[in-house]
């Protein structure tokens, strides 16, 4: 068996495209998926399945969701070596885990406008783009962030987000 994380992106959000994770796990589990577990209410999902990354449908989990529920989230899957190379390639402190902010991206952006990130960003801020993976530490808050305001217009290419906090806890439930 193979492990895998979905992340999806933008549900349960301000009241919006509501979708429990116990439905989305019984969903999952519909199409094959193994040992489905889920962390908090963002749509954070590791499962197990016998198929290869490759053979593993993304659209497919989006459309299921479209006919059960209505909407269609962006559903961005690794495998643990993609997620442990996130991981391992962060550059930035992980003492507060509310500060340090993975965008997952949905491949490599070809043509990143570092100046429109670089014009944005606080003097406490940071960012680092490596792989499909860009970084960006906000020690005064994400939330007062424009340089996370503007990361997918600059990057051009859809990402989803996690916090530390977030990927420390789905790095533990892989183990």
């Known amino acids: 068996m193979n492990t895998y994380i979905a992340l999806f992106r933008g549900i349960n959000v301000g009241g919006k495209n509501i979708l429990p994770m116990k439905e989305l796990a019984a969903m999952l589990e519909t199409m094959g998926c193994k040992n489905v577990r889920t962390y908090i209410q963002s749509g954070n999902v590791v499962f197990q399945s016998s198929k ?31 997620f442990q190379e996130a991981i391992n390639n962060n550059p930035f402190p992980t003492d507060n885990g509310k500060t340090l902010h993975f965008n997952f991206l949905t491949s490599p952006a070809n043509q990143p406008d570092l100046d429109l990130l670089e014009s944005v960003k606080k003097d406490s801020e940071q960012f680092l783009l490596k792989g499909k993976v860009f970084y960006v530490y906000a020690p005064d808050g994400i939330g007062r962030s424009k340089l996370a305001t503007v990361v997918e217009k600059a990057l051009g290419v859809p990402a989803t987000a996690r916090n530390w906090n977030t990927v420390n806890k789905l790095a533990t439930m892989i183990e």
């Not at 593993?56 to 559903?75: M, Q």
């Open 52 to 82: 290869r990354m490759e053979d593993i449908d993304a659209d497919a989990i989006s459309k299921a969701i479209l006919a059960n529920k209505g909407f269609e989230p962006r559903v961005l899957l690794l495998d643990v070596a993609a």
